[in-house]
């Protein structure tokens, strides 16, 4: 039990509350981090460690939810102790606090011998808070941009989505980085504060840090006679004026967590990434070509003149008419099919098997094209001999 040399600080409810708040800022921080600088191998071990980057992101959410829900609770502490109690608020900056700052320095340097007397609250924690208020809400308008980035482009335009990524990322690395340099500093290393252990000061770093609170007594908690009368009614409308806020709140965070999935889902990662890699064909691109014009297979014909001279003018003859055409090859007359072209005979009697103009529609890189019905006809005829009637 304290004696009198010691003051109570820290109630065991705000105790409670600062663990839960470093148990949800370690979580954020342990998992956003790794997340923010993800190209450092060191990042990619830790998520490994947590269970991978599912489950970092998960743990990241629910520590968010735990704070804000925390925030909820610490302002109706603040409203509680101010408006039902008529605490004097503290931890307000004060003029004296800029002045109290320009003191330390100055005594820091050497320049003064005196240190500031600072009150409950010196200017150093009041600015740690407030830069806890602030990020906070920071952190909390950003996340939900992230959160929740379709329902936050309805009302702003798609720019904030990674303007709050970088936001959220830097104040995140400000807060880590504060708390490691200046909180660390101030309550491990410059003195051992235990109050947020024990719940109490020494008389002697009392006198130390706060001296115009022993001076003032505001250490003491307000008193309050809890059978007055109008104490009792402004803690009934405490009761419904923040129970009502408070339920609206959490309705918005329940909003805040369920609104949209799109940050939330999780891709089946490995076996989508196949699907990712280039298109690479098993058989190289068919070179387009002219669809074999349509014939009846009866009506081919059995000679160049009832039918054979017919289906080569209709499928070959758009390209092989007359001198100079592709391969020097004139399919319209009979003449020039039994001439042949550069490349050799196109029609060779008796010889379907080398005759170009059996092989040739059937090469991948040749534009002509015949159906299997006019390529048995055209070698049926060729087998026969090839007659003109
Ligand atoms: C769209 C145009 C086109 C059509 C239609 C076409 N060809 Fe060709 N053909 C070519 C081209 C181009 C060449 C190649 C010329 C070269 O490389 O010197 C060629 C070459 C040939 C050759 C080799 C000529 C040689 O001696 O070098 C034969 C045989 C041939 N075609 C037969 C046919 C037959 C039979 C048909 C009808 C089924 C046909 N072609 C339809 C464009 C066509």
Redesign the pocket.
Known sequence: MPEQQSYLRFSQTRRIEHWTLVGSFAVLTATGIPQKFSQFRVSEWLLWLMGGLEVARILHRVAAVVLVLLTIYHFGTLIYYWYVERGSPHILPELSDARNAWEQVRFNLGISKEKPRQGLFTFEEKFEYWALIWGTFVMVLTGFFLWNPITATQFLSGEWIPAAKAAHGGEALLAVLSIILWHFYHVLIKHQNKSMFTGYLSAHEMAEEHPLALENQDYVAPTIETTDEEYLARRRKFAYGYGGAAFLLVLGVVWFVSVEQTAVAQPSVIPDLGRASGFTPLTPTPFPT?AAARFDAEKIGTTWENGIGDM?AA??G???QGQGS????D?LTYSGALA?????L?VVPNASGIS??VI??QRQE?????SPDQLNALRDWIEAGAPER
């Open positions: 002219l080569f499928s070959c758009l390209c092989h592709p391969g020097n090859l399919l042949g072209g550069d490349s050799g196109a170009l103009a040739w529609p040749h534009p002509g094209r015949l």
